[in-house]
C-alpha cells in the first residue's frame, strides 16, 4: 500500500510489510504515543499523525481509551498530501 490509514493500535505494525508508505495514524485529541512513529522510521516511511475531536458523551479512565472522531476531511487531506507527494504536511 502507498498509505496506510487507521487509529493507534496494533493494526498499524502491518506497516512492517510495507517498502514506500506513508503512515496516517490517528489519535485522540491530547494523546500522542512515538510506538508506530518510531517503527515507520526504523522501516524508512513516513509517519503523519492526525488528531481527532472528543466525543463528549463518553467518559474515558485514561486518555488513550477516550472514543474520538476525526473529521473526514481530515483524512482526505492526509492521503491526498500523501499521494501528491507533500511528505511535510502534518509530519513529525
Known sequence: ADVLVGP??????????SEDATII????PEFFR???????????????PIFGDEKKDTQAVQPRH?????????IDQAVQDAISGNTTAGQL
Do not use: C
Not at 496494533?10 to 512492517?16: A, D, E
Not at 512515538?34 to 503523519?48: G, N, Q
Open 25 to 28: 495514524e490517528a489519535f485522540p
Open 66 to 74: 477516550q472514543d474520538f472522531t476525526v473529521s473526514p476531511d481530515l
Open 34 to 48: 512515538t510506538w508506530f512513529y518510531e517503527l515507520a522510521k526504523l522501516r524508512d516511511l513516513t509517519h503523519r
Open 8 to 17: 493507534s493500535g496494533s493494526g498499524l505494525t502491518n506497516m512492517i510489510f
